[in-house]
């Protein structure tokens, strides 16, 4: 069974810069076919995505946060990481890291099977 583990969220000043990782477990071959994303959800909204990355190394990034957000994978890909830099107060919300298999639509929650508990980050003005 796939999980997954988010850490790395906290409060930073307005253009500060945060690390978000995700451990991933449960995965067999290299995570083959499986996409994995961020996405947040900040209160009275909806959950919307951040940013992915598929077992191949492709990334896609939510024009929010293009060129202040990184996605990364290590460790054989078990790992996960958004670095998020230049962060502004309407980055605040709790981050979720998120697995799905054969994903069409990057950014669309549903098409994820797999979810982390989520990490709380606050971003002051």
């Known amino acids: 069974q796939v999980q997954l583990m988010e850490s790395g969220g906290g409060s930073v000043q307005s253009e500060g810069s945060l690390r978000l990782s995700c451990a991933a477990s449960g995965f067999t071959n290299s995570r083959y076919g499986h996409t994995m994303g961020w996405f947040r959800q900040a209160p009275g909204e909806e959950r919307q995505g951040v940013a992915a990355?598929?077992?191949?190394?492709?990334?896609s990034y939510a024009d929010s946060v293009k060129g202040r957000f990184t996605i990364s994978q290590a460790d054989a890909k078990n790992m996960m990481y958004l670095q998020m830099s230049n962060l502004k107060p309407e980055d605040t919300a709790v981050y979720y890291c998120?697995?799905?298999?054969?994903?069409?639509?990057?950014?669309?929650?549903?098409?994820?099977?797999?979810w982390g508990q989520g990490t709380q980050v606050t971003v002051s003005a």
């Open positions: 998120a697995a799905g298999a054969w994903v069409a639509d990057r950014f669309l929650p549903k098409e994820y099977q797999y």
């Open positions: 990355i598929d077992f191949d190394g492709n990334t």
